[in-house]
């Protein structure tokens, strides 16, 4: 099975993923506090997907600017597909959370990065 990750039905260069780290994030009731013997109260809602997803250095500038503007498209949330930690394919509406590039210097008049990293977040 091929790695899927695509952002709005456009591939998103998963040839390119070097690592994804998921994070199962639990919601708890907006009532979650600690009562007067200091034990947590509250009730899970539900648990929520955020994915790190980092890229090879070797990814090329055109793709490197096609994730940033796909990013600041100022659109809210996304419709994100992606294979999740089990080999499985799991569709969800996502937000980016955070989108970082440390670029390394200029290679035959191309950028070579040391990382490429960004955050999607379930709704």
Known sequence: MALVF??????????????????DELV?????RRNSSALMTGKIKADKYKLDISFKADMPQTYVKNIRQKFRSRTEWHTVIFTDESG???????????YSVEPYWFVNGQMMYQ????????R
Not at 88 to 98: A, D, I, P
């Open 6 to 23: 695509k952002v709005d039905g456009t591939s998103m260069y998963p040839q390119y993923i070097q690592k994804i780290k998921y994070d």
């Open 28 to 32: 708890w009731s907006e009532n979650t």
């Open 88 to 98: 499985e394919q799991q569709t969800k509406t996502m937000y980016f959370g955070s």
């Open 115 to 122: 990382s490429i990293n960004i955050t999607l977040i379930e």
